[in-house]
């Protein structure tokens, strides 16, 4: 499990030495300078590169619908800021987990790529936002049908177990998820084999339109642990610190054959489910009350002033990092070229290689050639 | 898209829907008289159904308020209340599980899968509960199952499927998959007074691309019926949903450019088929294509051949041929996905080869 | 919702007036000498009329398996004297809630003919063992899939509260069907939707040959009634007044919307899955010790005895009765006929009612007419 | 059960198993070189295979120190230990889905259904999971999932199905169904050592009732070979699973009351299909029957037909006609499944009207 080097990024946090999974703040207080701005920087890269991609999509060259987890990066980056990559670690992520991708090591320049449908994008076009991904990278991409990764990372965690590694899986489910049977079956599996995985459910208040009152009747979500007879916990999940602590200390349990571990991370959903969505659902104010209260990067940079004396200045460059770094990703992703439509017939199986062209397909070529614009195509939902 | 493209399914009438994303709906219900979409068609259907019948009721993910992901229930809580037109929690299994429930008791439940291809969650549900359970139990379930299918929208592997093929096999359920504005309507009227389970395919391709006026009154298309949606006399196309669109494109081309009659039949109803219909046209013609969008091998031409066999095998001049998708996920990216599907210039190549046969 | 009348047995159970669902011990106070007694012979008559079914196995005239609920007569009576006939209430049973059937009113004729495949079954041979019922006679049957019975009820009882009816539904569910996203879907949906539903987890220690643990990794199932927002209480169920009081208190409350309960009823499973089963998987002395200290009949004997004075003769002249009840109902059931070949095709739609036959049918009288003895054929499950 | 008559599939060698109910196994091995049945190939190849590759394992409902509802992996656990024979929950979707999350890692997890109506439960995680997984994302995903199918045996709507064409529409997956023992091996052993997702349909009416000598050595069978279970030259049938021996005993009926000379291609895969041996021997005979025990409507003998079509058409000297079942849910009863499901007596009626064309 090679960590893959990135030009100027911040190396893997370290392993720490002797943490206790039992205790609250044990794991965060072991993060250095360094890690606390890695974070930030992980952080401010998800939500910029979303605009961009926000951007993109006003200018129709994103096929398809887009996700954000604006208010969400917390949640995602510090939970898989918690994993090893060095050991080889695997996690999971939704929809709106991107920032966990990235710190995971997936490339701005893919996800651009990905959203536009470029033949060079990591699936060659064949799937579409952020659903992509392979256990060698550290990450394993999403299938559309909610839940069913719970059961597929209880059988990653499994092998795990069963080859005697030290190695953890990590799977995310929306509220709205965990009312799937998949997400049932996969973590009772994952409970009773004791298999090293941790789940995390991103409450963040809303499955599409669909508030979490309608989803389930539990006071709290983390009160599904004892029916699964693994612990639980509940953490702030727009506190970078929080969820890293939280999950780390999952991951340790986990790692030392405690089994699996649910963590109920509490966010919000502040823009719609996806860009089409304008949210007319949502309770006036509430929007607002969690922009201005409760951003997870303007909180975070008040604790890094506060914690470790961040200056503007290098939040500043950070910034200034990011930005060119999406700048790159997108010249480099809008010049890439679109699939050629045979590839469509490569790689079904593993043998045989190709799928025959269908005996009438002749005329082809030229339909493909004058598509309408993409964008124009999109569906509505991912 | 211009005509005679092969990015999407070519259609009559507007390109676009009615309305603008975000924009509100005036009124749910079409001014009398007025063209409405295939979508409007269908929520048309829901309503007057609704209205005519107090035991019918939706249910679904995010259809109450918020209408549904395509807004195909948009309106019906605002009139009907919310316990009339449920959200439900993200669970297949369980909506049409107590779609099945309830409908025992009398009521008339239609479920929507918030993309069809979800319909998979439930597939032990629906082929192992509903189908049987008038025949090991003599319980009566009338219910639908209804949720927006098909590709051409650059929807990727797991928002663009054709299901039908997954549930043919299964005696006990009935399926349909309506081409028109007004197909949609008569058929989804049908579906909710059927006393079986239907499962009403909507082409969400054909969402807000076509539009139609509605014939007055009560308007019911019956179920097990097919339409002959152009007459022709050398080669016939049998097809259903979105592709009924390409083949009427190709059959233009096939006059225009080659002189050639071809013969579309729209089977509207997947099972029952309507073997009439398809021996008529046979006879007729002689040389027969079919054209779907689902997968090839496995897909529902299979049946429809053997039933030509068996029925009209000594009328076939040629071999019946087959214009479908390509064995293979459906990729995303609009090379890819215009690559795997049929396409209209396809269709002409093989209505081609067979009146050459 | 007529209550089916029933020579010569007890009428149903009349309703008490004031039930208070939060105090244990208040329902099963307000049981009469005469409903106790008729508890007595509901398990008696389950027990009495499995045992006869064995006998018919061994002579080879049950058609497929076989499968017992002895030592678990209390659970399901108890639990579905519980409901009320009178008012319309709906149960779905399980493979071992026969006692809950006969409660309910299925005859012990329409039993043994639907275990001997004849045509005047309840199914008219469609169908299997107790796999057998319908709406308007409080009971439906089950399939086979373990788990889909409860989405079914929860739209059963969804369609009470939506009418505004004063209906209840009770549900049963195994330990083992317990991990099945069925479940899981269903008593979720139920519980937001507050459906007036009651589901009962049978604890029998067993999921064919897998124990419990291998089941789930929770301390009890009753654990998992949080997860789901509701009220959860676990219960002796080989204590038929126990499990009476815990699910007529769980009925009230569903009544009087106050939505779903989880009940877990501790129970025993003294026979194999089904009767092909040896049990080599159970630890040595398990059965006796549950036969010799905790049978659900000899203890609630003991308890008639102690409780109201019910006398040796009293209970002798039941289980009289119960025998020549049986012995008349196997009389009739074995001299029924076989279903005709040909109904096979009637009734998969209400229009047509009949399906055509296939056109080669024409040899298949004589073949179905040289059958080999049925019971050859028996299939490993139930 | 005689020869000849309908009740059940028609077998060479014994009519029970070789074991009684509640026996124990001597040693699960079979004896070199002895008569093994379907059942115990089957358990061989799991063996074998276990015992050459360690990254092969079981898991499912009761197949560890129990062996599984039909036994067919008695003695795994006792050999491999428990953590190689996984016993799971009652959680199909989490079998299939940790399947192909280990096979990801390089395992090879052979799932089993207790029986084969079970995997109705997992078809979401089975079309739209596994058999996606290599072309949307590049991963492999070699696993099996395997169980007790088919009818014939009193097992009612839930114990006797035959879910071959719900999956045959799914590009990505493979699906093998042998009707010989020396197959069940080979093609088990296959299925284990494939790439991709194989499933395995094991006939539950052949478990104990036929019996062969194994081939010497590492015995395999390519998946997507059809055999030719018997030669002729009058008409073929082309079939697979239970129905061969149906097939084989009709075509001595036919061969010794009516002269006529029946030729049995047995598919053994069914995707791949073996389009070779198809028209092959539509080309020798002319006329074709297909056989198979799923019902009609949807069954893959439309698949075959339209296949035929395509490639033979010329050849044809009698329409292609099918044996199936009703479309019903098979019933339970002997004399409502004898008249369900397809007898020998119904082949010699069809191959005599096919001869006859
Ligand atoms: C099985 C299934 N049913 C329905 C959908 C359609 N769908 C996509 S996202 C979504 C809402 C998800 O909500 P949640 O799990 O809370 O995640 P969030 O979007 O809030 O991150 C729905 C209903 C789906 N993808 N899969
Ligand atoms: C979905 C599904 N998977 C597997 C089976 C096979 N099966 C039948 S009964 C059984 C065990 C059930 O155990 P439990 O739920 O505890 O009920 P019990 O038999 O103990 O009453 C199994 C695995 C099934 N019927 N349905
Ligand atoms: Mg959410
Ligand atoms: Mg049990």
Not at chain 2, 169 to 172: D, E, I, K, S, V
Not at chain 2, 293 to 300: C, F, L, P, Q, Y
């Given at each position: 499990m090679a960590t893959r080097a990135r030009g100027g990024r911040p190396a893997a946090a370290p392993v720490p030495a002797a943490l206790d999974p039992e205790v609250p703040g044990s794991a965060a207080a072991l993060l250095t300078r360094e890690q606390k701005l890695e974070l930030y920087y992980w952080m401010r890269l998800t939500r910029s590169l979303e605009e961009r991609l926000v951007n993109l999509y006003r200018q129709t060259k994103v096929v398809g619908g887009l996700f954000r987890s604006l208010g969400q990066e917390a949640d995602a980056v510090g939970s898989a800021f918690a994993l090893d990559k060095a050991r080889g670690d695997i996690l999971s992520p939704l929809i709106r987990n991107m920032g966990a991708m990235l710190v995971r090591g997936a490339e701005p320049t893919e996800i651009i790529r990905q959203y536009m449908a470029k033949g060079d994008s990591p699936t060659r076009g064949r799937e579409l936002n952020i659903h992509f991904g392979g256990p060698e990278r550290g990450f394993i991409g999403q299938i559309s049908h909610l839940g069913d990764m719970v059961p597929v990372m209880a059988g990653v965690t499994l092998s795990f177990r069963m080859r005697g590694q030290d190695r953890v899986g990590l799977v995310y489910i929306g509220d709205g998820a965990t009312s799937t049977g998949a997400f049932h079956e996969g973590i009772n599996f994952a409970a009773v084999q004791r298999c090293p995985l941790v789940v995390i459910i991103e409450n963040n208040g809303y499955a599409y339109s669909t508030p979490t009152w309608k989803q389930t009747a539990a006071k709290q979500f983390v009160d599904k642990a004892a029916g699964y007879g693994i612990p639980g916990e509940r953490a702030d999940g727009n506190d970078v610190i929080a969820t890293y602590d939280v999950t780390k200390r999952a991951v340790e349990r986990a790692r030392r054959g405690g089994g699996v571990t649910l963590i109920e991370l509490m966010t919000y959903r502040r823009k719609g489910h996806a860009e089409h969505d304008n949210q007319s659902y949502v309770p006036d104010g509430e929007i607002a009350k969690w922009e201005e209260n409760n951003d997870p990067l303007a909180r975070y940079v008040r604790q890094l002033t506060d914690l470790v004396g961040a200056t503007g200045e290098e939040l500043a460059a950070i910034d200034a990092r990011v930005l060119e770094e999406i700048d790159t990703a997108t010249d480099v992703a809008e010049q890439s070229p679109m699939p050629e439509p045979t590839d469509a017939l490569v790689g079904i199986y593993d043998e045989p290689k190709t799928v025959e062209p269908l005996w009438f397909r002749s005329g082809v070529k030229s339909a493909v050639e004058q598509n309408e614009r993409p964008a124009g195509w999109g569906t509505y939902d991912g | 898209m211009g005509k005679g493209n092969g990015g999407g399914a070519g259609t009559p009438?507007?390109?676009?829907?009615t309305r603008k994303q975000g924009e509100p709906v005036?009124?749910?219900?079409?001014?009398?008289?007025g063209e409405i979409t295939y979508l409007e068609a269908i929520r048309e259907a829901l309503f007057e159904e609704m209205e005519r019948d107090p035991d019918v009721f939706c249910l679904g993910e995010d259809i109450g308020a918020y209408g549904g992901a395509f807004k195909v229930t948009e309106g019906l809580a605002a009139r009907f209340g919310e316990s009339r037109v449920i959200d439900t929690p993200i669970s297949e299994i369980a909506i049409v599980g107590a779609a099945a429930g309830a409908a025992h008791m009398g009521l008339r439940p239609v479920c929507e899968m918030q993309f069809i291809d979800f319909i998979s969650c439930a597939y032990d549900m629906l082929t192992n509960y509903v189908a049987t359970a008038r025949y090991r139990a003599f319980l009566p379930t009338p219910m639908v199952v209804r949720g927006p299918s098909g590709g051409y929208v650059r929807g990727g592997p797991f928002h663009s499927q054709n299901p039908e093929a997954a549930f043919l096999?299964?005696?006990?359920l009935k399926i349909v998959y309506p081409a028109t504005a007004s197909d949609a309507k008569g058929l989804m009227k049908a579906a909710i007074r059927d006393e079986d389970c239907v499962l009403f395919f909507e082409h969400k391709y054909l969402y807000r691309r076509i539009k139609e006026t509605m014939p007055a009154g009560d308007h019911i298309v019956p179920i097990g019926k097919a339409r002959i949606a152009r007459e022709g006399k050398d080669v016939s196309i049998i097809t259903y949903a979105a592709t009924v669109w390409k083949a009427l494109e190709a059959a233009e081309i096939l006059e225009r450019e080659h002189g050639l009659s071809v013969e579309v039949l729209d089977l509207r109803s997947l099972l029952p088929m309507d073997d009439d219909a398809i021996v008529a046209t046979v006879k007729k013609t002689n040389r027969v294509l079919i054209v779907h969008?689902?997968?090839?091998?496995?897909?529902?031409a299979g049946e429809i051949t053997a039933r030509i066999m068996e029925l009209a095998f000594e009328w076939l001049d040629a071999p019946v041929l087959r214009v479908t998708a390509a064995d293979v996920p459906l990729p995303y990216s609009p090379p890819l996905e215009d690559y795997v599907l049929p396409q209209t210039a396809d269709i002409v190549v093989a209505v081609r080869k067979l009146a050459a046969y």
């Open positions: - | 009438g507007t390109r676009r829907g005036a009124d749910s219900l079409a001014v009398a008289g096999h299964t005696p006990g969008e689902d997968t090839r091998t496995g897909g529902i």
